[in-house]
């Protein structure tokens, strides 16, 4: 059992799980995902599709025909490490197909690693089943293979992700996914309700809602009306998340732009009988008007700051999770003072922190103003100091309280839970060490808190 300290990269999905056994002589295939959830999620639905034309999912690389390494390019370091990644890849199995957001740039990826088998860029399901077929042919048993039970999930059995949209509109001038994924375009809302009843019919007990811009889902659609059950449902974030509160499970929403029409969904996260989790990830990124001004963010500090007052009001339970950039050009020390501050005045409870990259592509590259690592490091720093006292104080106000925990994991020590108000990998964590050992993935209990640490807390069953 460990804590859990503030995760240096907030946009990383858990680490694919695999752990499905392949019958003999099956081709079979190895998968690295790296990158955000909805990386996660396309990886999900390629080996879905391979595992439906007859291949089996190695866990190793040692024990597959080809890996697919599906890659990130958010930041240069995250490039880096899709690079590393690759060059893994080759060294222990040799036959690699790189695809996913750097794929968008095969000349760099090939300038570095020319054995590659083939690049293609993200969400391109069809070609990367073609470059499969090319490097090993599929050899189905018609009686075992072709029709899979369920799809293929890389996340533990009792959560997971669901996309609903692709792409973004937004131009913000340090951001290169809209060069890379598109703009938005959303999926028709009753497929993702029948993809969220399934996942719930196969188990699953939270569903992680994420896209580029959760707020916009629905706005390329001009919001129509498809089918559904004995009515028609409207493409539209409030509609959906209504909908999808009733399925019966924990409902979680990811990277909400923070619209006039986000309020609508706060009184749904007021009531308990809802499904949707009284919890919001919203990239803020900054609170400083000309340093929004210069990122081309479609928001302001001070009107931020009424928006979270509103939403409280409605919803006192409501936990709020962000993410910040320090040290974007031209930043001064009097504008990273200001953000400093509004954190004290918003008081989130859930924060993590970029220091500013260049991105090659991005258009922030040519600001002046480009600060020093030093001091980048130093507010960094500064923040997830001011960050972190600010969780310690909030998680303190907790002891004596009863909550709701999901659990995830249980070993010998501790069962590892989370709180509605905790996302999995980028929150923390309640541990329950006493009394556990009848507990299993998936279950939700009821503690009551009795320990409080910096981001994690302790309780025990009730």
């Not at 390494?69 to 899709?82: R, Y």
């Amino acid at each position: 059992m460990s804590t859990n300290p503030p995760n240096l990269r907030p946009d990383l999905a858990p680490k694919a799980k695999i752990a499905e056994p392949s019958r003999p002589g099956q081709p079979t295939i190895g998968m690295v995902s790296l990158g955000c959830p909805k990386a996660l999620v396309d990886s999900e639905r390629i080996l879905t599709r391979l595992r439906a034309e007859g291949y089996g999912i190695s866990p190793d690389y040692a024990g597959a025909d080809a890996v697919i390494v599906n890659t990130c390019g958010f930041l240069d370091s995250a490039k880096a490490e899709s690079l590393d990644a690759i060059g893994e890849a080759l060294k222990e199995n040799g036959k690699v197909i790189v695809t996913g957001c750097l794929g968008a740039e095969p000349d760099y990826i090939r300038e570095h690693h020319p054995r590659i088998l083939a690049v293609t860029g993200p969400h391109q399901y069809e070609q990367v089943l073609d470059a499969v077929h090319g490097a090993v042919p599929p050899s189905p048993d018609p009686f075992i293979d072709l029709l899979p039970a369920r799809a293929v999930s890389l996340t533990p059995r009792h959560y997971s992700y669901l996309k609903i949209s692709e792409g973004c509109n937004h131009k913000c001038k340090f951001c290169i996914i809209p060069d890379m994924r598109g703009k938005l375009a959303s999926r028709p809302a009753h497929a993702v309700l029948r993809e969220a009843e399934k996942l719930v019919e196969a188990g699953v007990r939270e569903l992680l809602v994420i896209s580029q811009d959760t707020s916009a889902y629905g706005l390329d659609r001009r919001y129509d009306e498809t089918p559904w059950k004995d009515g028609t449902l409207r493409s539209h974030i409030t509609d959906l998340s209504r909908e999808l509160g009733r399925l019966g499970v924990w409902v979680r929403l990811h990277y909400v732009y923070p619209y006039p029409h986000v309020r609508d969904l706060i009184p749904l996260m007021a009531d308990p009988d809802s499904g949707l989790l009284p919890y919001l990830d919203i990239p803020f990124q900054h609170a400083h008007p000309d340093v929004l001004k210069r990122m081309a963010r479609p928001a302001a500090g001070s009107k931020t700051l009424e928006e979270i007052a509103a939403w409280r009001a409605i919803c006192p339970d409501i936990t709020l999770r962000s993410t910040f950039i320090v040290g974007y050009p031209g930043e001064t020390e009097a504008e990273f003072q200001t953000l400093l501050d509004w954190l004290q005045e918003a008081q989130l409870d859930r924060v993590g922190c970029f220091k500013y990259e260049n991105v090659a592509g991005a258009r922030s590259n040519t600001l002046p103003g480009h600060l020093p690592d030093e001091v980048k490091q130093d507010r960094w720093n500064r923040f997830m100091e001011t960050a972190q006292a600010i969780s310690e104080a909030k998680l303190v106000a907790k002891l004596g309280q009863r909550l709701q925990v999901i659990v995830d994991e249980v070993d010998a020590n501790a069962a590892t839970c989370r709180t509605k108000a905790d996302a999995p990998e980028i929150d923390g964590n309640l541990f329950i060490d006493e009394g556990f050992e009848r507990l299993s993935p998936g279950d939700i209990v009821t503690v009551e808190v009795d320990e409080a640490g910096e981001y994690d807390l302790w309780g025990r069953l009730v």
